[in-house]
């Protein structure tokens, strides 16, 4: 029987996530249905409770359900905790497990798509919402020399320093405690570049060997990669690579198939120039 998946956000009409389920499915013989279902803001969890009635087996969650999805859950992952936020649900044996491959993505985009290993690098993180709260674990993890979190709400940056602290190597402040120091990989994950603004950064943050990182994918050379490029940065990337991985995470967890990535990565990307 054909087993159905969903992703569910609202609004929905921009997502690329049943094209890449599907492209993974078709990829690797899986007969599954995949669809986007735009939740009710009042009714998320109706929604979802609808879905998993019907036969659903899984589904990613995106905004402004991500919160929402990490209240449903029975049971969670530690990088889910840690972020605060869930973009995976799975239907199993009547409980709801749920994750949030979002940070494993953008670090799997890195080191095995552009080629950066982040052991041992210093790597500078902008901002602190949801994206960034579920990168940190993964990025940790990938063993860098430094992880410094900046954001506009400086206090946000201090608490997930302090809530890492004994993970690794990691600080964080304002945009003006970054001071002059250069970072080999610098990632944007703020909202910043949705609204063409930048986050007060200094083009000295950059070295011209390292990796500019923008997670807003599609929009071409954004405010930040632009200041990144006028630094010498030739590795610019934005988060089309991360959106793939992470739905290949997602179709692991769901179908315990992985697929491969680079096909569906080059259909999605539009060239940054
Ligand atoms: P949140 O709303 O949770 O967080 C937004 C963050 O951006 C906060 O840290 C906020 O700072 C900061 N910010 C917003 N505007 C500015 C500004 N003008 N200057 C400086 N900082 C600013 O959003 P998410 O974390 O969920 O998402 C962040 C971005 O990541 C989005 O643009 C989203 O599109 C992208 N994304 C991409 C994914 C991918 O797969 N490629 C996956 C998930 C997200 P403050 O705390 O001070 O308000």
Do not use: C
Request: proline share 5%; glycine share 12%.
């Amino acid at each position: 029987m054909t087993e159905r998946y969903a992703v569910i956000g609202n609004p929905i009409g921009h997502t690329k996530s049943p094209l890449i389920h599907g492209m993974f499915a078709k990829a690797t013989n899986q007969s599954l249905h995949y669809s986007a279902i735009e939740g009710p803001l009042d009714g998320f969890v109706g929604a979802v409770q609808a879905f998993r009635d019907g036969g659903g087996r899984g589904m990613n969650v995106t905004a402004p359900f991500k919160l929402q999805a990490f209240e449903l859950a029975d049971e969670r992952s530690e990088r889910a905790n840690l972020a605060g936020a869930v973009n995976a649900l799975k239907f199993e044996g009547g409980r709801i497990l749920a994750d949030n491959f979002d940070g494993i993505g953008l670090v799997n985009d890195i080191q095995r798509n552009l080629g950066m290993s982040l052991a041992g690098k210093r790597v500078l993180l902008l901002g602190a919402g949801g994206a960034a709260r579920g990168a940190l674990l993964p990025l940790l993890e990938a063993a860098p020399a430094e992880l410094v979190i900046a954001n506009r709400s400086v206090d946000k940056a201090q608490t997930l320093a302090r809530q890492l602290a004994d993970r690794g190597p990691v600080r964080g402040g304002g945009y003006g405690e970054v001071g002059e120091a250069t970072f080999d990989v610098v990632i944007n994950a703020t909202s910043a570049s949705l609204k063409g603004e930048l986050p007060p950064l200094s083009p000295v943050v950059f070295a011209a060997d390292g990796l500019a990182y923008e997670l807003v994918y599609g929009k071409g050379l954004t405010p930040f990669l632009r200041l990144a490029a006028n630094a010498g940065v030739k590795r610019l990337a934005d988060g089309v690579g991360m959106l793939v991985e992470q739905a290949a995470e997602a179709f692991v967890w769901w179908r315990g198939v992985r697929p491969d990535t680079r096909a569906v990565i080059d259909t999605l990307t539009i060239p940054l120039a």
